[in-house]
T-cell receptor
Framework: GAVVSQHPSRVICKSGTSVKIECRSL??????MFWYRQFPKQSLMLMAT?????????EQGVEKDKFLINHASLTLSTLTVTSAHPEDSSFYIC?????????FGSGTRLTVV | GEDVEQSLFLSVREGDSSVINCTYT??????LYWYKQEPGAGLQLLTY?????DMKQDQRLTVLLNKKDKHLSLRIADTQTGDSAIYFC???????????FGKGTTLSVSS
């Protein structure tokens, strides 16, 4: 079946630094990748939709300059949290749509100290 | 906008059936999904149903869809302790668009 590999699974960074999260579709081409953020004991909130080769579409309230999304190829999408602050600490999950439906990465736990 | 609602908690005994309910507001919802999330992990697709179906059964899982009332349920037969997790209901109105998730139902199974 379809697999999306997301890494790192956990990252701790200092406040003010940037962190890059990668999502790769291993056995299919992901034309569209979705990025979600999940706060503890809460639902997944859609942050942005990225299409290969074009700019990402961000949801209302999500700062595009802070959460940089790049989808340069059909198998790779990245989310960079720039100048991270403790309030950016969260669980980030990517998802790709394909013929099988939606395949999710295993998530990245970001902790900003 | 679209909204998906779920009850937040459900507690059952091992061996009993669990029924997790979900309501949605988007009448154009075409695809409805159930996902399972264990602590610290990503999402695992359990099952899905198309809006032109009323029921779908897959081993211990039964999904019922009442499109008129916009109500979806997931029944887990013979619930086991390993079923303890958060269950998310999600919908999309067309293939390839982002899923809208409910807040998740925490299922606690006691032995």
């Amino acid at each position: 079946g379809a697999v999306v590999s997301q890494h790192p699974s956990r990252v701790i960074c200092k406040s003010g630094t940037s962190v890059k999260i990668e999502c790769r579709s291993l056995d299919f081409q992901a034309t569209t990748m979705f990025w979600y953020r999940q706060f503890p004991k809460q639902s997944l909130m859609l942050m942005a939709t990225s299409n290969e080769g074009s700019k990402a579409t961000y949801e209302q309230g999500v700062e595009k300059d802070k959460f940089l999304i790049n989808h340069a190829s059909l198998t790779l999408s990245t989310l960079t949290v720039t100048s991270a602050h403790p309030e950016d600490s969260s669980f980030y999950i990517c998802s790709a749509s394909n013929d099988y439906g939606y395949t999710f990465g295993s998530g990245t736990r970001l902790t900003v100290v | 906008g679209e909204d998906v609602e779920q009850s937040l908690f459900l507690s059952v005994r091992e061996g009993d059936s669990s029924v997790i309910n979900c309501t949605y507001t988007d009448s154009s919802s075409t695809y409805l999904y159930w996902y399972k999330q264990e602590p610290g992990a990503g999402l695992q697709l359990l099952t899905y149903i198309f809006s032109n179906m009323d029921m779908k059964q897959d081993q211990r899982l039964t999904v019922l869809l009442n499109k008129k009332d916009k109500h979806l349920s997931l029944r887990i037969a013979d619930t086991q302790t390993g079923d303890s997790a958060i269950y998310f209901c999600a919908e999309s109105d067309q293939a390839g668009t982002a899923l809208i998730f409910g807040k998740g139902t925490t299922l606690s199974v006691s032995s």
